[in-house]
């Protein structure tokens, strides 16, 4: 009796594991969808005003966020003011940034710099966490670093402020991440959400007040894509991470380079040659390896890979909160 009970148990969880992977393939799908808005628009609006109206419409992920016991202003509460502050600040910097990106850029480009995020956590981690990093996940930095270089050719092709961008976004993310780990799971989710929002919706509102313009019809339409769609994919990545551990989840952001590619070929007649698409995959390739050094370290996984500012922090410490249910 006992061992059909504990067959059951792992028949059980095998399901609500896949289940997690799969709504986590969703949620990438989702977040791509976003970001394929953004494009959509052409860079006929400012970049902040983008900024500025996705993080209204992000507003609409916070009653999936918050957790029963939590309380409203529990948003803009905090166990470390200077920590939520610099997430508040990496937030607008990161949407920003990333807007200006998908807007410049060609997708899979955008996504390959963007994808830097497990190398700079790497190199982060270790200046300010003082983390143990061996020759393996070292090795994985170079390697990602080594397919930027291979994808910009700097010195063959011109580099625009799109490029710049796209780094400076995954950078942004990168130390939202840190800063996360080092707040550790004594913060609230939705403080760490309510931070990342409200720097964007305060920084880009104040750098749009002089050029902001009335959206027109059919831009409304891919503000409201943009900024819904990022709110959806946050509940689903975050129901990703209660069905599924966090090592399970992080990898299949990597299937949002395939959507960049079709929506790149289908939509926007980008193109992608032979170093490039080496770059990318050297990119990816850095991207698992330290993924599943992580994983074997027992160390908090980074957080999903997404352009929107309302990305979700799908890390070990959020997984293991929601579990507890705090």
């Known amino acids: 009796m006992t061992t059909i009970t504990a ?3 792992s028949l059980a969880a095998g399901h609500s594991t896949l289940r997690g992977v799969l709504v ?22 400012p970049s902040y005003q983008v900024a500025f109206i996705g993080a209204l419409f992000g507003l609409a992920a916070m009653p999936f966020l918050k957790k029963r016991g939590d309380d409203w202003l529990d948003m803009v509460r905090t166990s ?16 920003i940034c990333s807007i200006i990106a998908f807007t410049k850029l060609p997708m899979a480009e955008a996504f390959a710099l963007l ?7 790497t190199i982060l981690s270790v200046v300010f966490l003082k983390e143990d990093v061996r020759w393996q996940r070292w090795t994985a930095v170079i390697l990602g670093f080594v397919g930027v270089l291979v994808v910009l050719r700097p010195g063959f092709r011109e580099l625009s402020i799109g490029h710049l961008c796209a780094a400076i976004g995954g950078l942004a993310a990168a130390i939202s991440i840190v800063v996360n780990r080092g707040l550790g799971s004594k913060e609230k989710r939705i ?17 749009m007040l002089s050029e902001a313009t009335m959206p ?27 069905m599924a551990p966090a090592n399970l989840v992080a990898p299949p952001q990597y299937s949002q380079m395939i959507w960049a590619i079709a929506f790149g070929y289908l939509l926007f007649n980008d193109s992608i040659d032979l170093p490039m698409a080496f770059g990318i995959g050297l990119i990816i390739f850095s991207g698992l ?33 929601a579990a507890s249910g705090r």
């Open 7 to 9: 067959d059951s148990n």
């Open 24 to 45: 986590a393939f969703a949620s990438y799908a989702v977040f791509a969808f976003s970001d394929a808005s953004i494009k959509m628009l052409h860079g006929t609006l």
């Open 80 to 95: 470390n003011r200077p920590l939520w502050m610099l997430r508040f600040a990496c937030g607008a910097t990161g949407a």
């Open 115 to 121: 994808f830097l995020l497990p190398s700079f956590v």
């Open 191 to 207: 403080s760490l959400y309510g931070a990342g929002l409200f720097g964007t919706l305060t920084i880009s509102g104040l750098l």
């Open 216 to 242: 027109a019809q059919w831009q409304w339409v891919f503000l409201a894509g943009y900024g819904l769609l990022g709110a959806c994919g946050s509940v689903l990545l975050l129901l990703a991470a209660q």
């Open 289 to 321: 390896l330290t993924l599943a050094r992580e994983r074997k370290r027992g160390t908090p996984l980074p957080a999903a890979v997404a352009a929107s500012p309302q990305a979700a922090l799908a890390t070990a410490e959020d997984e293991k909160a």
